[in-house]
């Protein structure tokens, strides 16, 4: 069985500002990672994934997370946010030998001007 | 449709009544999901079919809850008796294979029972 912790369930961060979204995850085997997000009512989409190989995975619109197998986390970051970066973060985690995913309770980011 | 879709987007109920959701996966993939995101929690995994194969039905929180797949498409998820604590946004994924690591979601359907 798997389980995710999503540290923050609110952050409000100035533009601009970089922001980090901490995933915490336990799992007793191989697992893939993955940030959704879901924007303001609209579906949840994939915005990066770690399968394997670099440890340090990014979106195409700037995000990064990196892997730490050792402290079991997957981090999101981004250096510079913007107002469109105000959304539902999900982190989930999904074995490597199964189709069901488990996700964390959400973080929402508010980025105010 | 390009997308994964799902009716009705939003559903009011009584109390005790059936309901029934439905979810079409995008064209051609195998493996479908069904989630429920309650008000400020993550999404809660209900049940995953892929292909013919028998589905994982361990999410399913009590026997009102039902789910069938027909045809290895369009899919329906059956509420028996609701309650109001089974108010939530229900959600449909797929994906192209069960192996496949990314999965495409719907919209959800907002299901309220009063």
């Known amino acids: 069985a798997q389980s995710v912790t999503q540290l923050d369930s609110q952050v409000p961060v100035f533009e601009e500002a970089p922001v980090e979204l901490r995933c915490n995850y336990s799992s007793s085997v191989s697992v893939y990672l993955f940030w959704y997000v879901q924007y303001p009512n609209q579906g949840l989409q994939l915005l990066l994934k770690?399968?394997?190989?670099?440890?340090l995975v990014e979106s195409i619109n700037g995000f990064e997370a990196e892997f730490n197998k050792s402290q079991t986390s997957f981090h999101l970051r981004k250096p510079s946010v913007h107002i469109s970066d105000t959304a539902e973060y999900f982190c989930?985690?999904?074995?490597?030998?199964?189709?069901?995913?488990?996700f964390g309770d959400g973080t929402t980011l508010t980025v105010k001007p | 449709g390009a997308g994964v879709s799902q009716s009705p987007s939003n559903k009011v109920t009584e109390k005790g009544k059936d309901v029934e959701l439905r979810c079409d996966p995008i064209?051609?993939?195998?493996?479908l999901y069904w989630y429920r995101q309650s008000l400020g929690q993550g999404l809660e995994f209900l049940i995953y079919f892929q292909g013919n194969s028998a589905p994982d039905k361990s999410g399913l929180p009590s026997d009102r809850f039902s789910a069938e797949r027909t045809g290895g498409s369009v899919s329906t998820l059956t509420i028996q008796r609701t309650q109001q604590e089974d108010s939530a946004v229900y959600l449909c994924a797929s994906s192209l294979q069960a192996g496949d690591t990314e999965a495409f979601f719907g919209q959800g359907t907002r299901l309220t029972v009063v």
């Open positions: 770690y399968l394997s190989g670099s440890t």
């Open positions: 989930a985690v999904r074995s490597t030998n199964a189709g069901k995913s488990t």
């Open positions: 064209s051609g993939h195998t493996a």
